[in-house]
T-cell receptor, first 118, second 113 residues
């Protein structure tokens, strides 16, 4: 079974600085999706960025980018020019591409709570 | 507007009193699922449904039931709630195309006393 590990329960960063959130995962599959979700105090689950494992290029969405290291099974999220609105819980998640029973779920990490200091 | 709607958003109830959390999506998605979120554990899948009348257990199904009689609705049923089911619950839906992301509801905070 796949597992996702976020080893940083909490992180903090000064406003306008850059912060990197870590995520590692374990799988025997070669093709899959990886995601970062943001959960602000409103509790909504907001998709931040997505990476397809077959793509070597790291995904980027405005100030958010990932460092995808497939061999190391690492998927970190970098937030540049941090803003107060970035304060939230961040979850890393894995999803298989297999179309078999039970494989289509999202497997989540434990979450990292990010605080932005003004 | 494409959305997944969960009700209620908050519920405080007592042990043993049956409750249902409703979930409805307006995107004609085949795949729907329920997750629970607990501190330090992230989100874990409870049940999922690949289509109408097709449901199966996720990772933490004990104490829960689901049904999928219509494509848009996927209710979560707690027949005899217990305090260890106090949690934050999310319904999610997705198109069958694996390239599509999940759409999440806004969450339901359940407290079982």
């Amino acid at each position: 079974a796949q597992t996702v590990t976020q080893s940083q329960p909490e992180m903090s960063v000064q406003e306008a600085e850059t912060v990197t959130l870590s995520c590692t995962y374990d799988t025997s599959e070669s093709d899959y999706y990886l995601f970062w979700y943001k959960q602000p105090p409103s509790r909504q689950m907001i998709l931040v960025i997505r990476q397809e494992a077959y793509k070597q290029q790291n995904a980027t969405e405005n100030r958010f980018s990932v460092n995808f290291q497939k061999a190391a099974k690492s998927f970190s999220l970098k937030i540049s020019d941090s803003q107060l609105g970035d304060a939230a819980m961040y979850f890393c998640a894995y999803r298989s591409l297999l179309i078999i029973q039970g494989a289509q779920k999202l497997v989540f990490g434990q979450g990292t709570r990010l605080t932005i200091n003004p | 507007e494409a959305q997944v709607t969960q009700n209620p958003r908050y519920l405080i109830t007592v042990t043993g009193k049956k409750l249902t959390v409703t979930c409805s999506q307006n995107m004609n998605h085949e795949y729907m699922s329920w997750y629970r979120q607990d501190p330090g554990l992230g989100l874990r899948q409870i049940y999922y449904s690949m289509n109408v009348e097709v449901t199966d257990k996720g990772d933490v199904p004990e104490g829960y039931k689901v049904s999928r009689k219509e494509k848009r609705n996927f209710p979560l049923i707690l027949e005899s709630p217990s305090p260890n089911q106090t949690s934050l619950y999310f319904c999610a839906s997705r198109d069958r195309d694996s390239n599509q992301p999940q759409h999440f509801g806004d969450g339901t905070r359940l407290s079982i006393l």
